[in-house]
């Protein structure tokens, strides 16, 4: 069985763990190295308990140094790194002939200035933005096979833009009535050394932050202006909740269509797709179904009383939502069943 | 110190438990009389561990009759029971000169039509409606003294109400567009034998539930529409998140008037309010602040890039939400300090 | 690549689900049938949403008789019944040729006296308990190709027996001083519509039950006695805490031998065993590094103040203590890879 | 009412927390002083938003200079600072004529040589070992009034020694018997930016730590040593386990004594205490009674299978464990009922 060498560049956060523990058990993976500056020298299996006894436990964590990186043979490298550190290590990899499967924000957005006003610095590659390609699958599938460089969709993103894409091709919604709330799990607040993440300070909390212009949106609003043939802006208001992982996205919108064409929109987009589940009219997507996998589950209601239509997913943060979406890149790139290694329930 | 002779009707839920947790300190209440049918004979410490060693632990659950409720002595009664049950009581216990205080949603709509409408059957007792106060202290403060029959608000409308409602007033955002998602802990389902209610089906899970047209939407536009002065229709979707107690509500809705001015109607409407708790502009309210106690925290948010104004709260919905909100109207029901018994943090 | 055809008898409790999960995917399992009397004529699917996509998802639920089960083509089936009632399917489907994989405690007693001194009954099928293999692979691997009966070991006692066994087989700690406590997710109390199992119950809440004499008790002492050469009676205090799943064990007993012969002792036991992780001297077991796993992690301390060693261990209860051990009972049986199916981390 | 002044020593971690919270509303005590390095200058209600609308929440911080705490005309000083930097405090401030309550562990040892075992350090200040009264109130309330200095017992000790001290007075157990487990809630690491505190470490974890020599058993077998009138030795293993605050503590001893004995005991050491609430026979203590309270619950069980005695009990770390239990202090301390303050359930 055909076997491709990987690399995981920063490897230490809940993005890079969750990326190791699929990537560990993946028939066509064979990973070569994993980097992390603070944790060098250390197994895979030393800083992370759980995955002793995999086949690659006993591999060493390595500083990031892109010589290094390419010295192990490397094919793929993914990379679980913050913004604006991400392209670098991009640039010099692509240069060694690796493809990159990027898990940061650094090459989801088109136009640097957009970059620049969600990010606040001068893109740090943007010669590199025109030939990334924005990897949601479900969306531009036949784009990736031919990546040097894909940008894996962030995870608020992904559980935005797929329920809303299909109705604003159909033209089924007004794109400037939508309103979207989403709560997700601790992890996607990363694993920082940071009072406000501790288990006490979280635990029985509910609370929205990041308003009003999460920089999530910069790219969300970008694939939805794709979709619906205009620019299109939006209110979004994320909330962290006491879960470890999961995103449960709430958006309402002012519909323009009829529910029929609702419901047949998402059929017609995702009826094919295998980590698209659609729960149809009155589903209201649970995060509970979703942990641990590459699935996203999309429900649907029609509130006559407003005429407005309520589009209802739930995904793992962790996983459609950064590892699992990395891994059916990786698939696709590389030419693998889409589904390898993401089977699991 | 005078104390007024309390029952509790139906003690045994979640409201119920947390309307005893007040009660059992409250230096103007004397409990003589809580009832539960299952629970009959059984002392309140039995079946709250946590209130042994309380003054009134000892006091046995009665069955919930009338004569006998009355024999008790009681003066007040607070309602903790199911919408459809509570109005019997309520109509037997008038007549028997005692006050109400009823958590149900038996008396907060004014049109039993509209009563009809969300909660299916005719209203029980359509001839009380009239003289039932909605008790949401900061709105109608001045009509509660008087009242022999108080409706205390539900969890949702007050955590949407309270941050609304002096937008509304001065015509500030369009009443119309007003799209709220709300996050409520599990005890605000009740204490029901229920699988979906489990620790392990509720757990690591979110989701949204009663989409499109949640009950509680009747009494949110009822009051909505006050403030307005129009008819107010409005999207909100609740949903259910593993904390125990808690609400966190966000509303977004297009601003017609300025930041400015909606600071200042916030400002004007609670900057004297004890149990309001407004955090200014930015501040996004967290349920761990305000769990166990009678506050309602409340932020807000411009997002010019939409136009629209976030609205952020937070209340406990046993506390403000329910059992010490209905201490608060029973304070001024009875002339007593609106703060007392609720003056923990 | 062979297949076996699967039963899985009782799949709506939490351990059905468990094992449902991991069969789903297994390389050698074709599910063939699944009962539930409740839910019979649903889809794995409609019950079970988070399974929706795989292969067997459509496979309905059908009533659990005997003749319609063998009459599937099921070659081997899982039990997931309560203790008493698999007694008798065990039965009816031996006589019709299948090899049976029990998850209740009917068959892991060799003394139908002592079962009916812990589980109150006469043993209803105590013919069998000559022929039934206690399927504890680490312990009696040799024995299970060729049963037709294996009794699945209990959560607790595998906890408790694994990191016991090698210590009383080499007579290094006093039998009459073993002090267990046990904590377990409350996935352990089963799905049950109980009011003590709620969220609102469960969450921020610990304590101890089943004192001083658990079911589980029976079947520990009877493995122990075997290692130990005696009767062995101890005292096990198992205590529920807000996880789902999970179990941390912690033993303590006189040291006899010497710290450096406990590490040996279980290093000859466990260092070739795949599904035990040994962490050595110092090493607390996490509940964490586990879940969802058939791993049991298993550490040790030395206390010379009180001459006592420590036992650490975590396990999944739905895991090693259950499903995972009962596929990987499946796999010996069926002279499948042991880890067939169970490589996920 | 009498009111005496106060300053809090530290206030910025869960214990000062809670000390606040409790004495932001106790009757007959006036916040002066709140000290914080990293935080002097801001407002309570600034740092700690819960207490907001508190009558003293506009009170600032300051930094911990005697000079400044004695200025602000405190009478009674609580330390909530790390053992070792305490003593120091305790010192400066008895000079200036301040009464003292010590919540951290400098001088709850009698013996300095213990100190330095199980401390790691030269006692800081060995000169006022001798004055230092152990507080816990149900063990020696005499000694309290008059004492300069009080402090305060450990969250673990006191949920471990209120069990056993009436046992082992009436030399009911056998001393050298004794093995004990204790899961903690996560408040009890104390607010530290530490990544293994974080919620996605914690949350779904359970796991020892401190084995096998914690340093809370230096002072838990003082206590029980003078209870017994000899030297004790015991086996403590504590937990972690994902609640916010609580402690549950299972204890196990060879019983020499009959069970009738061990509840006379403990009716005669406790019956009449307030915050020490019998559950007799087969009480399983839940922390999910007591929290947010100064209660400890107790219940035992008798294991004639082994002869054991199992004490089973349940605390609130920061209240009876901590903040509650040094305000009951206070109270005896200064001559106010002993319940002041503290009566919430």
Known sequence: MKRVKIAVIGASGYTGLELLRLLLTHPHA???????????????????????????ADLKFIDPEPEAIAATGAEVAFLALPHGVAAGYASSLLEKGLRIIDLSADFRLEDPE?????????HPAPELLKEAVYGLPEVRRDAIPSARLIAAPGCY????????????????????????????????????ADLSLLFCECNESARAYGVPKHRHLSEIEQELGKAAGEKVVM????????????????????????????????????ADEHFVRLLGKGGCADTKNVTGTNFIDIGWEYDERTGRVLLLSAEDNLGKGAGGQAVQNFNILCGFSETAGLQNF
């Open 30 to 56: 064979e990973l070569v190295c994993v980097t992390s500056r603070q944790n060098a020298g250390r197994k895979i299996g030393e800083l992370f308990p759980r995955f002793t006894g995999a086949e690659s």
């Open 114 to 122: 957009v970059y620049k006003e969600f990010y606040g610095d001068d």
């Open 157 to 192: 993103p992904t559980s935005i833009s797929l329920p809303l894409i299909p109705l604003l091709r159909e033209k089924l919604i007004d794109p400037s009535s939508i309103v979207t709330c989403s709560m997700s799990g601790v992890s996607g607040a990363g694993k920082k």
């Open 235 to 270: 209110s979004f208001t994320p909330h962290l909740i006491p879960v470890h992982n999961g995103i449960c996205t709430t958006t309402s919108a002012k519909l323009t269509g009829t529910p029929e064409e609702v419901n047949a929109a998402l059929e017609t987009a995702y």
